[in-house]
């Protein structure tokens, strides 16, 4: 029979294989073109060209450093510094905040240096479109030494892509909109959100009216 510190394990792995393939089964519906399917754009990972287009243009991702692009994506680092213990699960919060336009989702990939240090990264692997915030990036522990785990801050962590869609928009309307941001933060992409979004009042009902995690203005 399995220990209980085994059967927890194995939890976690299976855990991640029904997310990727959420992931995967989302991507097909959302956008790989399939055959006998006129007129649909296939799915596309945008190049770092576009990317920096949008970064400049939406502030998609804020703090932005270029030499933290890396290949087609951009990688996102740790904002404080955190120590996991074997099989200790938190939550690591990204130094940037990651906006997703409307015509666009955000893949997330831990980097694999963590993998291999026994780090197991249990968010689901995208970002919805018009969401808007700092990132909750979900680890455990699973060390096969059973050691500790200290990430420090300002560390390279995930890697994130943006991938064009089709239809209408359909932005994030959860409770998590803003979070971790700081008022003058949420003020700074206000305008922005008016120009992508026609319903902008509408949304800013909800948005507004939800209780995400805010936060005071921090030092550097």
């Known amino acids: 029979m399995l220990s209980s510190t085994d059967l927890r394990v194995r939890q976690v792995y299976v855990f991640r294989e029904e997310m990727l393939v959420r992931f995967l089964s989302g991507s097909v519906v959302y956008g790989l073109k399939s ?10 990972i945008l190049g770092k060209d576009k990317l920096v287009e949008i ?15 890396d290949g087609d994506g951009y990688v996102l680092t740790v904002r404080d510094e955190t120590t996991l213990h074997y099989l200790e699960h938190k939550n ?11 015509g666009y989702v955000a893949h997330l990939t831990a980097k694999s240096k963590y993998g291999r240090a026994g780090l197991s990264f249990l968010n689901a692997a995208k970002v919805h479109s018009g969401f808007i915030g700092r990132l909750a990036l979900e680890l455990v522990n699973l060390n096969n030494e059973r050691t500790p785990i ?3 801050k300002g560390d390279p962590l995930m890697h994130i892509e943006f991938i064009t869609r089709i239809g209408k928009p359909s932005p994030y309307m959860g409770q998590y909109q803003f979070q971790y941001m700081t008022d003058e933060e949420i003020q700074v992409y206000i305008p922005i959100l008016r120009e992508v979004f026609d319903n902008y009042e ?12 805010r936060e005071q203005k921090r030092s550097p």
């Open 35 to 44: 055959q006998g399917t006129a007129g649909v754009k296939g799915m596309c």
């Open 55 to 69: 970064i400049e243009k939406y502030k998609c991702i804020y703090p932005f450093d270029m030499s933290l692009l």
């Open 92 to 102: 690591l919060i990204s130094k940037e905040v990651v906006f997703t336009p409307p």
């Open 150 to 152: 200290t990430i420090k």
């Open 202 to 213: 509408e949304l800013a009902k909800v948005w507004f009216k939800n209780t995400p995690l």
